[in-house]
């Protein structure tokens, strides 16, 4: 007993130091240094890539907003196929629901042993709501119910992509497992003697006593268990021995972390390698494989054209030997614990069958081409979240520059724009006051950072998962109560004396009455929050209802502080990096958001209404191609005439979707292509918004619109009064003069044949109202 209280002491304190640097690790926070510290340039994460063994990985992208990616070796989402890696369920079973089962099993049980310091941590760290009953479905793996994107480094070949996986999980293919050296040669004599730094290790362990024992007899078993721990290593040396002698068959065994002596009372047989050295060059040297079902032995067993043998561990290696089977190249995993040497003899001849050869032979042609880790880079940028990561004032800059977004600016409708670190700075600059006026800086700078992705872990997504949530959290609130009655008299007894525990009398009927209060308000809410959340589920899109979607209602503790309160030293040093931008860039960049804002507006006529994200169904996006060809949507965003015809076009041909993203893509090579409006667009001046707002005021109120005095001589003929008409003119700037030649015709509608030259002012005036 007191070695599991021991044991659960250390797992508790390397979790908690877990959590203590895996904040660090992602924003370049740490508080001091130590010896595993890099000196590297201030940075934030953009995005989480983790192994799904990796402890809070998820709750450092929810805190931060930023997408995550996983990549595995192993199955780690619920499948028939196999067992949770790390569940200790024998690999005998295969399409059996016990082992879709076991991954549940498994993240309960993590859960109900750190589920108390992962919601501190949550809390008080992070800075997030923690996850209680009905936001933690028991029935659901948490990766699985978020979708998680997971690149599975596995060959099709081998094992094809289950079918209770989703489009967010793809096999990539096979690890890559090449030397860089000549693969020609798989042992090199200018390799590292281990003689020269063992003393007690015998000359047999050198890798030129391994040339030439490979040269001695046919090709060899590998035996490679590797860094495996194996607990009885006299047993399994022993059973080693045996099977060389029964069979016959050399065995060439590799062990790094378990020493064991099989060399010797082999009588030459078997041969001990202890060295590191590279296992793909000892594959082409052998005929078949023994392994403890790693991941990279299978892989180089695969393009070396061998079958192999899996001992089953207890934890870990249930996966490769189902695998490995169902492919033919491999029997049934035998235990490592409790193998026979009858076992393993009988074995080794189905692994060196000619059939399972064959298999394997023709198997490795066919994963020559595949690469895993080009497949699983390919599958991170197919799933990043493009049309909610840029800035949408850098894509419409000429050129347009692909810059992350940090920050949201939103206005008073509601309307939201995601901008990178520059723009804020501009904003808060003092030298760029002119540019800005009071309300921008008011509301820009206090802008709320960027959440690329919303993952929402603590939200409960039904009526009975609210429902569950809400009794359980009055059930704790119950026994806080029922603490607190002891607790609260005895402390302020202890600290005050007998005036204390009067005081602690009197005060716990108010204590008690808060949290019944509390307990009603808890079930109300997450009732309440999980029917809003299913309502939405069924109104919007998935991506729009996921981010529809909210953590609490009623519930004032359910809130957090917002993350834009701590300190992320990765943004503030860009921040800082933009403190000193130059007038002529700050005006560039203001003019850029002012049309961002007129494509907003008109983007958000025709959005959804859950996020106001995205434009989808192809009704709304033809809705929205026919109005990019209004005038006064050609005059908000500068187009000319051809060029929102092209916008246009662009717009239909997306079909049934379109991000704001995209469309201010297409705007910016619309405006690129075939020019600005015809009528140049006023830019922010040197002197503000607000000197233009009283300039234009000025003007409207001396200057009558849509007016022009002209004054016509009759010609030499003696003709009489006439009324004179003239086709349209184009607007030209303000004040300018320009002469033009009009045909005169007479009240009766007779034509003459004189012509009058006569030279005009065109006013053009700059307000909403008037288009001329």
Request: one cysteine or more; charged letters at 20%.
């Amino acid at each position: 007993a007191w070695g599991r209280e021991r044991r659960a002491m250390h797992a508790g304190r390397a979790i908690r130091h877990l959590q203590k640097t895996l904040w660090h690790a992602a924003t370049d926070s740490a508080p001091e240094p130590d010896a595993f510290t890099v000196a590297v340039q201030p940075f934030t994460a953009d995005a989480v890539v983790a192994h799904p063994m990796c402890f809070g990985f998820i709750h450092i992208a929810e805190a931060l907003g930023v997408p995550v990616h996983c990549v595995s070796e192993q199955p780690w989402l619920p499948t028939k196929l196999s067992p949770h890696p790390l569940c200790g369920q024998p690999s005998t079973s295969r399409d059996s629901d016990a082992n879709i089962r076991s991954y549940a099993q498994f993240e309960n049980s993590l859960w109900v042993n750190s589920g108390v310091l992962l919601n501190r941590w949550r809390r008080d760290a992070l800075r997030l709501p923690p996850i209680r009953l009905g936001a933690f479905s028991g029935s659901q793996v948490m990766l699985s119910r978020h979708s998680v994107p997971m690149s599975c480094v596995w060959s099709g070949q081998l094992c094809p992509k289950p079918p209770e996986w989703g489009d967010h999980v793809r096999v990539t293919g096979l690890r890559p497992v090449g030397c860089d050296r000549d693969e020609n040669s798989p042992l090199h004599a200018d390799a590292h003697d281990a003689e020269g730094d063992q003393e007690d290790a015998p000359p047999a362990y050198s890798l030129s006593s391994l040339g030439r024992w490979l040269a001695g007899g046919t090709r060899p078993v590998l035996v490679a268990l590797g860094a495996c721990p194996i607990p009885n290593a006299p047993r399994i040396s022993r059973v080693l021995v045996e099977t060389a002698r029964a069979t016959g068959q050399r065995l060439l065994v590799h062990s790094t972390t378990t020493r064991l002596e099989t060399g010797l009372p082999s009588g030459g047989l078997c041969f001990d390698l202890r060295e590191v050295t590279c296992l793909a060059r000892l594959c082409r040297v052998s005929s078949a494989v023994v392994h403890c079902g790693s991941a990279h032995a299978t892989a180089c067993a695969l393009r070396s054209g061998i079958p192999m043998l899996i001992l089953d561990r207890a934890l870990g290696s249930a996966f490769e030997g189902i695998a490995a089977f169902a492919a033919g190249v491999g029997p049934q995993p035998i235990s490592l614990l409790r193998m026979t040497t009858n076992e393993v003899c009988r074995k080794l001849n189905d692994v060196l069958s000619s059939d399972m050869v064959a298999r394997a032979q023709i198997l490795q042609g066919r994963v020559d081409h595949e690469d895993g880790v080009e497949g699983a880079a390919a599958h991170f940028e197919d799933c990043m979240p493009r049309q909610n990561l840029l800035c949408d004032v850098g894509l419409l800059l000429d050129p347009p520059e692909a810059r992350v977004a940090r920050f949201t600016f939103s206005s008073l409708f509601g309307q939201e724009l995601k901008v990178h670190s520059e723009l804020l700075a501009i904003v808060r600059a003092p030298h760029l006051r002119g540019l800005t006026n009071i309300w921008e800086r008011w509301r820009y700078s206090w802008a709320p950072r960027h959440a690329v992705k919303t993952w929402g872990l603590a939200r409960v997504s039904g009526l009975l998962a609210g429902l569950a949530a809400g009794t359980l959290g009055c059930l704790t609130e119950i026994v806080a109560l029922s603490t607190n009655a002891v607790l609260v008299p005895d402390r302020l007894a202890r600290e005050h004396g007998i005036l204390g525990a009067i005081v602690g009398l009197i005060v716990l009927p108010f204590v008690a009455l808060r949290h019944l209060l509390r307990c009603g308000l808890i079930l109300i809410d997450r009732c309440a929050t999980g029917a809003y959340n299913a309502a939405c589920e069924l109104k919007y899109s998935p991506e729009d209802a996921h981010r529809a979607q909210c953590a609490y209602i009623l519930d004032p503790w359910m809130s957090t502080r917002h993350l834009s309160r701590q300190t992320l030293v990765g943004v503030d040093a860009e921040l800082n990096a933009f403190a000193h931008v130059t007038p002529d860039r700050a005006r560039v960049l203001l003019d850029a958001l002012d049309l961002a804002w007129n494509a907003r507006r008109l983007f958000d006529t025709c959005a959804s209404r859950g996020s106001q994200v995205h434009v989808v169904g192809e009704k709304q996006v033809r809705r929205l191609a026919l109005h990019v060809q209004d005038e006064g949507s050609r005059l908000r965003l500068d187009l000319s005439e051809r060029a929102s015809a092209a916008l246009s076009s662009d717009v239909a041909a997306v079909h049934d979707y379109c991000s704001f993203t995209m469309f201010c893509t297409l705007l910016q090579r619309a405006r690129a292509a075939h020019g600005p409006h015809e009528r140049p667009r006023q830019g922010r001046g040197d002197r503000g918004r607000w000197h233009r707002f009283v300039r234009d005021r000025a003007l409207r109120a001396t200057v009558e619109p849509a007016r022009t005095a002209t004054t016509a001589a009759p010609s030499s003929g003696g003709v009489g009064p006439h009324a004179l008409h003239s086709s349209p003119v184009s607007p030209t700037a303000t004040g300018t003069s320009s002469r033009h030649s009009i045909h005169t015709q007479s009240l009766d509608g007779s034509a003459t044949p004189g012509q009058v030259e006569l030279t005009t002012t065109t006013v053009l005036v700059r307000s909403p109202s008037c288009r001329a």
